[in-house]
């Protein structure tokens, strides 16, 4: 049997641990992201060179201070989302994972209860076309994918969307006595 549980760091990142047999098991850190997001890239082929550059140079990075929030938002899906946005439209894509109309922002992190410190990213599109835009909240390039959810943290750790991977609800460990 094991526990699951999840801890925020002192800066608010959020670190996931799976006890089993007494033992902690790191799922999901700061180093581990990093970096794979240095790996992510290769940069010998000149398609991919090209798509990085599109990435990192968003103008709407000088526009919005949104973009430059340190926290990583919870890991909503295990995967991007494709999307078709239209020129000339601005979106507002949710940065805390707590949105229920994924990737875009609902409003929920308004909610004073909540105690959320994340604010959505906007970004004005400038051409017509389908975007892949992240879901697992962890992409150094917002708000797009940039293959971070890949990574074993990510994908053996829990998301919003339950899945096979997922660690069981405290209802599923509790064996009911009749």
């Known amino acids: 049997m094991s526990l699951y549980r999840v801890l925020l760091s002192p800066i608010g990142y959020r670190w996931d641990h799976l006890l089993a047999n007494g033992s902690n098991k790191r799922l999901c850190g700061l180093t581990s992201l990093r970096t794979l997001s240095k790996k992510i890239f290769d940069d010998s082929d000149p398609k991919t060179v090209e798509i990085k550059k599109e990435l990192t140079d968003l103008k709407d990075k000088e526009l919005y201070n949104e973009y430059s929030q340190p926290e990583k938002g ?3 899906d295990k995967k991007p989302i494709k999307y078709m946005c239209k020129e000339g439209k601005a979106y507002l894509w949710c940065s805390c994972g707590r949105s229920h ?9 308004k909610n004073k209860h909540l105690k959320i410190t994340l604010r959505p990213i906007r970004w004005d599109c400038l051409e017509t076309k389908e975007y892949w835009f992240c879901n697992c909240k962890q992409t150094a390039h917002r708000p797009f994918c940039d293959g971070t959810h890949k990574s074993d943290g990510i994908q053996s750790g829990q998301s919003t969307i339950r899945d096979a991977n997922s660690p069981p609800f405290i209802n599923d460990t509790i064996n009911v006595v009749k």
Do not use: I, K, L, N
Not at 101 to 109: A, E, I, K, V, Y
């Open 74 to 76: 919870w890991v909503y």
């Open 101 to 109: 109309r994924q990737p875009f922002c609902d409003g929920t992190h």
